[in-house]
């Protein structure tokens, strides 16, 4: 298959006279895709590469290394880098674009960071050192929730003293910027031990659902329980050694842009049990057979991405 984007772009722009004046969309207007699909003995396949998108080309490799920290029965893991710059990135290209919407609207956010700073006592700077580093966002089974499942986000960070500093001036600061929106009677924080001698802080939003954060070295974590913190701090068996995991990602290179895995077949039988397929047993049926989908792409001169869908 083969997909002109600048001439999908340009059509855009002769409908959205507003989206000529954004010079980052520019960066695409030569740009095209072209991707295989392939049956294979376990699965099927695809394989895709863009050329003549230069934000894609600079978009920051790194190699993933969080799946350690991921439980060996996730459900899906997704990894990313760098979410500091790329979101500057777009900043950045909103603000030289001459449209009055866009400054506006970056107006507006520059006044919110302000009034942010002073409620909290943290800098933007502050936050974004979060998220200079390897990222992954972790769904697995978690005993202590109804739904059966939690998340957990993880932030690899160059100073763990610093995210500790950072994170408990959000929890500090956090009713004071909730009660400038009206928000009344919110909970109050609670010391909670996490694995490896750490220390975190748990809100509890309702029965089932807490909003839980720890930092354990170089490891921010927050989370939806203790529980489901503890775990991704020191799995019992992490999702790297997990055989589906490494099934489904056998050809993903060292250094990748961005990475996913989803167990499908967990996640079916998850749903399952929550009747999610109640009525409609040919969907059930249909889905069964399929074991993980796996994708990542790559930056470099030429972009690529892949997926691969495992039916053993």
Partial sequence: ????????????????????????????????????????????????VVVG????????????????????????????ADLQNNIASVVDDLRSSGDEEAEDAISQVDQLSA??????????????????GEHAVVVAPDSSNSAQVGAALLLRVEDGAQAQMTLDALRAGLPAALGTLGQTNIPEWQQVQ???????????VDDDLSIVYGVDGDLAIVGTSAEL?????????????????????????SEVTGIAWIDVAE????????????????????LRPLESLSAWSAGGDTPTFEAFLRVP
């Fill in 1 to 48: 298959g083969y997909v002109g984007l600048g001439e999908i772009f340009a059509d855009v722009q002769q409908d959205q006279a507003q989206l000529q004046q954004l010079g980052g969309l520019q960066d695409i207007a030569n740009a095209s895709l072209a991707a295989s699909l392939t049956a294979e003995a376990d699965g099927i396949r695809t394989r895709g």
């Fill in 53 to 80: 998108a230069d934000q894609l080309e600079d978009a920051a490799a790194f190699t993933p290394t969080l799946a350690d920290h991921a439980p060996a029965d996730s459900v899906a893991y997704i990894g990313f």
């Fill in 115 to 132: 009034q942010l700073e002073s409620v909290l006592g943290i800098s933007v700077s502050d936050l974004a050192a979060l998220t200079n």
């Fill in 194 to 204: 996490l694995a490896n001698g750490v220390s975190g802080w748990e809100l509890a």
């Fill in 229 to 253: 913190v503890r775990g991704v701090q020191a799995p019992a068996s992490p999702l790297s050694q997990s055989q589906r995991y490494l099934d489904g990602t056998s050809e993903v290179p």
């Fill in 267 to 286: 996640a079916v039988q998850l749903g399952n049990a929550n009747d999610l397929f109640e009525g409609d047993q040919s969907a059930l049926d249909n």
